[in-house]
């Protein structure tokens, strides 16, 4: 009797045993393939719609305009949107060097500032420093330049949330406020015409005037 229960126990074991190596050797190749194309295609990009990155752009636009907070003889200049290139991630970059993915692109939104002195734009471009800390974004590059003749200042900010970035530049050649603000790479729609970016344009909005 008791031969028996144990020969039943090490027949149940063995049962089980096989079981669960045909479920293994079921799922090893499914592992492979998934870990295989995780490799081959690198992490995706997120899917975006390029109207709602354009307005999202324009909002940003208005903030840093807003906290320049210029007087008002120093008025920004219209910008327009556009997009950039975005690369093959994983191995597949490997087999598509500089070559840009046709359905992934960033986006980005260039606009200025002209005339303004340097006292004027470190001023501004320290409260803006000031208010992009205070929202969490997290500084990237530092662009304080100088040489003999030639003085630059600047930064960079980006959003940890989103990764949109802000990009601040003067320098006394120009006396410019140069301003871009990015989207990252995102995956478009296959409708997406990129010369037809709707909504892409900024323009200052207008200050309002004394009685």
Known sequence: ?????????????????HAVTGLVMV????VAVVAGNAMWNGAPYPSVDPDAVAQRLRARSDEVYDGFALPEKYAAESGRGGTGACYYRGLRS?????EARSDVRSFGL??????VPEA???DAQ????QQLVQKGWKLTHEGDRAGVAFRQLGFRFENPEDGDQVDVQWNNSTTTLFISVYAPCGQVPDEFVEHDWAGADWHPKERPTGP
Request: glycine residues 0%; charged residues 30%.
């Open 1 to 17: 009797m008791f031969k028996s229960l144990v020969t039943k126990a090490r027949a149940s074991r063995r049962s089980v045993l």
């Open 27 to 30: 799922a090893l190749p499914v």
């Open 94 to 98: 490997i087999a598509h060097i500089d």
């Open 110 to 115: 260039d606009w200025s500032v002209p005339d």
């Open 120 to 122: 004027t734009a470190r």
């Open 126 to 129: 320290q409260r803006v420093r």
